[in-house]
């Protein structure tokens, strides 16, 4: 054991004097995490921002059901209505053309007389029917527009049974009136295990372990390039003279390499924790193993790195491409659950992608421990792999 920790001990003393390492392992990480975090809305103030789709309209009927029309379209959840009375058809289109708007409402005149007289009453839309927003612009204002029409309808018929008790504008109000509170309704509920945090902490929930990920991976070439170095010294082949066994040399660099990036995730989430108020400590049992397996797998492949590598440009490059292909696919830059469920599937042939489930499960999901023993089997397996393939290839290496 004395002399597992003495590897180690060596180890950690050359990974600390490259200022690389410093770099690589903490202020990168927190570099990127801010660089997506902004792209992705992380730092865009929350629930303060009116997130509906901005529609300008244009009324050129000036009768009550056209101004009704433009009441139900202000309260909608969907549309935010941009009556600038300046504004003419043209201008309008401009805006339209110019992407200010998703759409403009044009209410022609004759609209609510048409309407009234059960003929086909039009509305003129401007909007460009080629982008996704078009497609809920179209919905709400069908449906708005259809409730419109179902309520001078359903008052025409009340007031021909009987005109004096059931006159057409109680009939059309108490119509409209009944849509407050529709016999089936959709209702939008957050699990009582997350707390009620905004879409940007969200955004960094995922971007902020995604990055921590990455950049322990990028990590490794740093270490690779400390056994590279102590290989073509002959600094092993003498170690292997002396008392210390192979496992023994292999176990102080593995612990070595663990103990860097599992300092590096401890620093990491106690930023995101008290700068970034992401809550891994909601639960911190689940993020402990999480982070421990996660350390585990990433050492075992940096020992790998460092015995396959045969020169030090190996090791950058043996380093380099895991970080870009794990990350990539395993979902560090973009969440899995947005690629499709076969990609997602795939994805998961990388460890990252199953630390990133742990991560999420906690901070996304509002999951508890039971959550991330799967994920933490799964890395704890990916460990065992590399660690047996760099015992292999070691010994492989000694025959020759």
């Given amino acids: 054991m004395t002399r597992i920790l003495d590897i180690a001990l060596k180890d950690l003393t050359q990974f600390l004097r490259d200022f690389k390492t ?42 009550w059901i056209s101004a009704t029309l433009h009441d139900q379209l ?80 359903t008052a025409t018929i009340m007031e021909d049974l009987d005109g004096e008790r059931l006159p057409f504008k109680y009939g059309f109000e108490q119509t409209l009136q009944a849509w407050d509170d529709p016999p089936i309704a959709i209702v939008e509920t957050t699990s009582s295990a997350l707390s009620n945090a905004d879409e940007g902490v969200e955004a960094l929930a995922h971007t902020a372990p995604g990055m921590m990920l990455q950049f322990a991976i990028a990590g490794l070439l740093t270490c690779a390039q400390v056994i590279v170095t102590e290989r073509r010294s002959r600094t092993l082949q003498r170690l292997l003279t002396t008392a210390a066994r192979r496992t023994h040399i292999l176990l102080g660099h ?19 924790q008290v700068f970034l108020k992401i809550d891994y400590l909601r639960s911190p049992g689940a993020t402990t193993l999480v982070a421990f397996s996660a350390a585990l797998c990433i050492a075992a492949l940096g020992l790998l790195i460092g015995v396959v590598a045969r020169s030090e440009e190996q090791a950058i490059t043996f380093s380099l491409i895991p970080m870009f292909v ?75």
């Fill in 74 to 153: 202000a309260n909608s959840d969907v549309l935010r209505l941009a009556d600038d009375g300046s504004l003419n058809v043209a201008g309008l289109e401009r805006q339209v053309a110019d992407g200010d708007l998703a759409a403009a409402l044009i209410v022609p005149e004759g609209y609510s007389k048409a309407m009234l007289a059960d003929r086909t009453a039009r509305l003129v839309v401007y909007a460009d029917t080629g982008t996704a927003a078009w497609t809920t612009v179209e919905a709400e204002l069908l449906k708005l527009a259809s409730r419109l029409d179902g309520a001078v309808r």
């Fill in 254 to 272: 593995y612990l070595a390499i663990f103990l860097l990036i599992f300092t590096q995730f401890a620093i990491l989430i106690a930023f995101g």
């Fill in 326 to 400: 794990f990350s990539g696919f395993g979902g560090a830059w973009v969440p899995l659950e947005v690629t499709g469920e076969t990609f997602a599937r795939i994805g998961h042939i990388s460890p990252v992608a199953w630390a990133m489930d742990g991560f999420k499960n906690v901070l996304i999901r509002g999951f508890g421990f039971e959550s991330v023993l799967l994920p933490a089997a799964a890395l704890l397996g990916y460990a065992l792999v590399f660690f047996g393939l760099a015992v292999w290839r070691l010994s492989a290496a000694e025959e020759k």
């Fill in 22 to 63: 410093f770099m690589f392992l903490l202020l990168l990480p927190i570099l990127f995490t801010f660089l997506f975090g902004y792209a992705f809305g992380g730092f865009g103030g929350g629930g303060a921002n009116d997130s509906r789709l901005p529609v300008g309209f244009l009324n050129r009927d000036e009768r």
